[in-house]
């Protein structure tokens, strides 16, 4: 069975400062897809970035870029000049043969001003 | 585009009752999951619903049921409340069964009392 496993429950930095949050996962599966999703205040999961894992490229999408590194199963977030609107929950999710997200436990970002 | 709803926004049961649930996914997509989110955790799979058969389901006993009708929109039905089912019950949808990319609703914050 997949697992994803976060171990930063909390971090913090300043705003304009750059952060990088870890995930790991497990899977003997070889095509997947891995997800950062950002659940703000208000509940609603939004979809940050999503990594093919057949693609060797880092995904990028604006001041969110992942480090995605197959063989040690690791799928880290770097948020780049971060802002107060970056405060959330976010969880790392892995997607495989069985069609379903498999969740980590995520990780509160506090963004100070 | 209208993006996933779900119905009603929070609900206050006690023990014992029975709740419903509804979602309306995104216009075009045939795929509905449904995840519990307990508080300060990860959502987990309840199920899946692919063109209103379900396909898939987490470890969830048969109180959680469901439907998906030929629009698409869905229900999750909760038998036999207990106080543990109080939680953030999330809906996705997805265009197709194999489709990675889910989007997601804002949720229904249940309490069993």
């Known amino acids: 069975a997949q697992t994803v496993t976060q171990s930063q429950p909390e971090m913090s930095v300043q705003e304009a400062e750059t952060v990088t949050l870890s995930c790991t996962y497990d899977?003997?599966?070889?095509?997947?897809?891995l997800f950062w999703y950002k659940q703000p205040p208000s509940r609603q999961m939004i979809l940050v970035i999503r990594?093919?894992?057949?693609k060797q490229q880092n995904a990028t999408e604006n001041r969110f870029s992942v480090n995605f590194q197959k063989a040690a199963k690791s799928f880290s977030l770097k948020i780049s000049d971060s802002q107060l609107g970056d405060t959330a929950m976010y969880f790392c999710?892995?997607?495989?043969?069985?069609?379903?997200?498999?969740w980590g436990a995520g990780t509160k970002l506090i963004i100070k001003p | 585009e209208t993006g996933v709803t779900q119905s009603p926004t929070h609900l206050i049961k006690t023990r014992g009752q029975q709740v419903t649930l509804r979602c309306s996914s995104q216009?075009?997509?045939?795929?509905v999951s449904w995840y519990q989110q307990a508080l300060g955790q990860g959502p987990q799979f309840i199920f899946q619903?692919?063109?209103?058969?379900?396909?898939g389901r987490g470890n969830f006993p048969p109180r959680f049921s469901g439907l998906q009708f030929p629009n698409y929109s869905s229900e999750l039905n909760v038998n036999a409340l207990e106080l543990d089912d109080s939680a953030l019950y999330l809906c996705?949808?997805?265009?197709?069964?194999?489709?990675?990319?889910?989007?997601f609703g804002p949720g229904t914050r249940l309490t069993v009392l």
């Open positions: 996705a949808s997805s265009l197709g069964l194999t489709a990675d990319t889910q989007y």
């Open positions: 216009s075009g997509h045939n795929t």
């Open positions: 619903y692919y063109r209103e058969e379900e396909n």
């Open positions: 899977t003997s599966e070889s095509n997947y897809y």
């Open positions: 990594q093919e894992a057949y």
């Open positions: 999710a892995f997607f495989g043969s069985n069609y379903q997200l498999i």
